[in-house]
């Protein structure tokens, strides 16, 4: 089973154009896949308020509330979406992801011992497939990296190092054209905030060369998650 896992904080008018489209694709029976959604979001009542009032199977489609979150937190956030899925294939994607049915396809080919990209321009460099005990292997998303960047290529060069082979994806995903581009950081925190990710993550490469979260938990939230 495929695993959509997305995720956000406060992006209404994206999740409102591109959640009916993967729920309409992965309800299409002519793409012959078995299918999830996990939606993470952080404290957001607008984005539940919409969602409440759609007509999604909640068999298919679980919405995963972090209360209380004041401080969104991207890799905090993918884990959360993988401990709360139930498919054999992660598909981590950013909320403003829109698939083609060849994704999907081509999707449900990926073998264990391979993870797929879509590559780095066009704002894909966030989408990443793995199996999910590739996933379990590096111990998910180094939860100590926070702020903005470097996330994407910590993750990348973790599965890299525990043996995995790279795919790029031939029917790449497209990406929502829309004036709502989020802007968390000012560019010299956004810098900032980048080589500090950079630094943290060669660290803790001298500590193992591909496990995440040593001697922690990741992608929890105790009494902080509602499920729907």
């Known amino acids: ?3 959509f896992l997305t995720y956000c904080k406060g992006r209404l008018d994206a999740a409102k154009q591109t959640l009916p489209n993967l729920y309409n ?14 939606l993470v979001e952080y404290d957001d009542t607008d984005l539940w308020n919409w969602w409440s009032k759609q007509n ?5 489609f679980h919405y995963v509330w972090v209360k209380y979150a004041d401080k969104w937190h991207m890799n905090h956030a993918r884990n959360v979406a993988a401990v709360e899925s139930h498919g054999d294939v992660l598909v981590f ?13 081509e999707l449900a080919d990926l073998k264990p011992g391979e993870f797929a990209v879509a590559g780095r321009g066009e ?11 590739d996933y379990d292997k590096v111990n998910g998303y180094e939860e100590s990296l926070s702020g903005y960047g470097y996330d994407d290529d910590a993750m990348r060069i973790c599965l890299q190092n525990a043996g995995l082979q790279q795919r790029e994806l031939v029917n790449k995903p497209t990406v929502l054209q829309h004036g709502e581009r989020t802007k968390f950081l000012d560019t010299q925190d956004t810098v900032a905030s980048w080589q500090v990710n950079k ?3 060669e660290l803790l490469r001298q500590l193992h060369p591909w496990k995440n979260n040593l001697n922690r938990n990741y992608g929890l939230g105790g009494e902080l998650l509602e499920h729907f």
């Open 56 to 60: 999604f199977d909640p068999q298919i």
């Open 123 to 133: 704002h894909l460099s966030g989408f990443l497939a793995c199996h999910s005990e």
């Open 1 to 3: 089973m495929l695993s």
């Open 25 to 38: 694709l992965i309800q299409d029976k002519a793409n012959k896949v078995s299918a999830e959604i996990v």
């Open 93 to 105: 994607m950013d909320i403003d992801n829109i698939l083609l049915p060849a994704t999907v396809t």
């Open 199 to 201: 630094y943290t993550f």
